[in-house]
């Protein structure tokens, strides 16, 4: 089973509609999680770490399920902008020093 | 004043080469990393380090020995190099527990 699973998409979504991401995660043991961005050819960029009591930034939303180890990525008002690739990021090891696992990513697609 | 930098951004070298990629980071941070993202767009850590002090190592062939001369700089070695290395590496560094800074990446191409 993978660490760490997303659907790789691609989600083909209209400029200004309101798109949804999940992701689930294996290790039950996992303490920290975040959404990576990254765009064609580029490095992966922090968009946002998710919180068990669930956050926001903006048009942005993140949800922590650990009961379901599922985590969340809402995207409302999208932009052409927002078209990327979105990672789902895994602490697994806990402490210092710690690689994150990623997901293979969910391609976004916003269309004019 | 990039915060994260990597040379060279891209890299084409015949199988059975050895050849070395460069990482520098003036964030002041006491953990960098290596990882790899293959052409499934699969990104895998590869090693970590803190402080000079190899913490991670992942199942990756010996044929990668990365160097840490300083908290500064984390240098990937690839000795033998053969197709399978073709991917792209990016390094990236933290300050404990934060956020990961990845650097633009290294486009390795094995011939």
């Known amino acids: 089973r993978k660490e760490v699973e997303q659907d790789p998409g691609p989600f083909n979504v209209p400029e200004g509609a309101t798109v949804a991401f999940n992701c689930t995660y294996s290790?039950?043991?996992?303490?920290?999680f975040f959404w990576y961005r990254q765009d064609c050819r580029k490095e992966p960029k922090l968009l946002m770490s998710?919180?068990?009591s669930g956050n926001e930034d903006g048009r942005f939303t993140a949800q922590l399920n650990r009961a379901s180890q599922y985590i969340s990525l809402l995207i409302r008002d999208s932009k052409l902008s927002d078209s990327a690739t979105y990672l789902c990021?895994?602490?697994?090891?806990?402490?210092?020093?710690?690689?994150?696992?990623f997901g293979k990513g969910t391609h976004l697609i916003i269309q004019p | 004043d990039t915060a994260v930098s990597q040379t060279p951004k891209y890299l084409v070298t015949q199988m059975g080469n050895d050849k070395s990629i460069k990482c520098e980071q003036n964030l002041g941070h006491d953990t960098m990393y290596w990882y790899k993202q293959d052409s499934k767009k699969f990104l895998k850590i590869m090693f970590s380090?803190?402080?000079?002090?190899?913490?991670i190592n992942e199942t990756v062939p010996n044929r990668f020995s990365p160097k840490s001369p300083d908290k500064a700089h984390l240098n990937l070695h690839i000795n033998s190099l053969e197709l399978g290395d073709s991917a792209v590496y990016f390094c990236?560094?933290?300050?404990?527990?934060?956020?990961?800074?990845f650097g633009p990446g290294t486009r390795l191409t094995v011939l």
């Open positions: 380090y803190n402080n000079k002090e190899l913490i």
């Open positions: 998710v919180y068990s």
């Open positions: 990021v895994v602490n697994i090891r806990g402490g210092g020093a710690d690689g994150l696992t």
């Open positions: 290790n039950s043991a996992s303490q920290s």
């Open positions: 990236a560094s933290s300050s404990r527990g934060n956020e990961q800074f």
